[in-house]
């Protein structure tokens, strides 16, 4: 298994600066569930979003895959994506550096 690195945008700016849809905020439900259940099988090491709300936000994602292919697909598949809600772009990723568990975790949801 590879690394990869995904960065999302929203199509439409004034999603986060106007508030969602309420298409919009459907979609993003199923979008925070779709990563969720990744994250709690071990595919999805690392997700989250900038806290600005701009032209300038993007969501990542780090996660395991095959290859590009089935990186790509894995995105390909977020809810926010297939219905173009937001866009993806999907890079190979290696860690240079992580801090001990003690100094990130304090960072972690509960």
């Known amino acids: ?14 999603m986060l600066t106007a508030g969602p849809t309420e298409r919009e905020q459907k979609i993003v439900g199923a979008h925070f569930a779709y990563w969720k259940e990744l994250a709690a099988n071990g595919t999805a090491l690392l997700v989250g ?10 969501g990542v994602a780090l996660f395991e895959a095959a290859d590009e292919a089935a990186a790509t ?7 926010t994506v297939r219905e173009g809600v937001m866009t993806s772009a999907v890079q190979p990723y290696r860690i240079a550096l992580l801090a001990d568990r ?3 975790s304090r960072h972690a949801p509960n």
Request: net charge negative; aromatic share 8%; glycine share 2%.
């Open 49 to 58: 979003r900038t806290q600005d709300a701009g032209p300038q936000t993007v």
């Open 102 to 104: 003690e100094h990130w």
């Open 73 to 79: 697909a894995l995105c390909q598949a977020d809810p």
């Open 1 to 14: 298994m590879s690394l990869w690195f995904n960065t999302l945008h929203a199509t439409r700016v004034e």
